[in-house]
């Protein structure tokens, strides 16, 4: 059992930046591997950015490559994702994820994670 609570959404105007923040509990998150997805409205939910569970390896989407940056913090169980030179097509909602074992590999589709939070809205306007 895992719980992901996301914060840090807001609107903000195009070009600006917002850190999302993704708090765990229930397992130790250190041997969890963790990622970011986002949907926004009429379309599919889709990955963002992926870390692993050392925290050593990163993945993202193509979309949001040099703009945002995953991290995490292990001791406090929490998971970042800084987000830059924010555009309107980045307007969605966010969704904190989590896989369930250590590996050495970075998933992006939905079915391979395990856990999920509640999301958070993200709008960026111009």
């Known amino acids: 059992q895992v719980q992901l609570v996301e914060s840090g959404g807001g609107l903000v105007q195009a070009g600006g930046s917002l850190r999302l923040s993704c708090a765990a509990s229930g397992r130790t998150f250190s041997r969890l591997s963790m990622g970011w997805f986002r949907q926004a409205p009429g379309k599919e939910r889709e990955f963002v950015a992926g870390?692993?569970?050392?925290?050593?390896?990163?993945l993202y989407a193509d979309s949001v490559k040099g703009r945002f940056t995953i991290s995490r913090d292990n001791a406090k169980s929490t998971v970042y994702l800084q987000m830059n030179s924010l555009k309107p097509e980045d307007t969605a909602v966010y969704y904190c994820?989590?896989?369930?074992?250590?590996?050495?590999?970075?998933?992006?589709?939905?079915?391979?994670?395990?856990?999920w939070g509640q999301g958070t809205q993200v709008t960026a306007s111009s």
């Open positions: 994820a989590a896989r369930g074992r250590m590996e050495y590999v970075l998933r992006v589709r939905v079915n391979e994670y395990d856990y």
């Open positions: 870390i692993s569970w050392g925290g050593g390896s990163t």
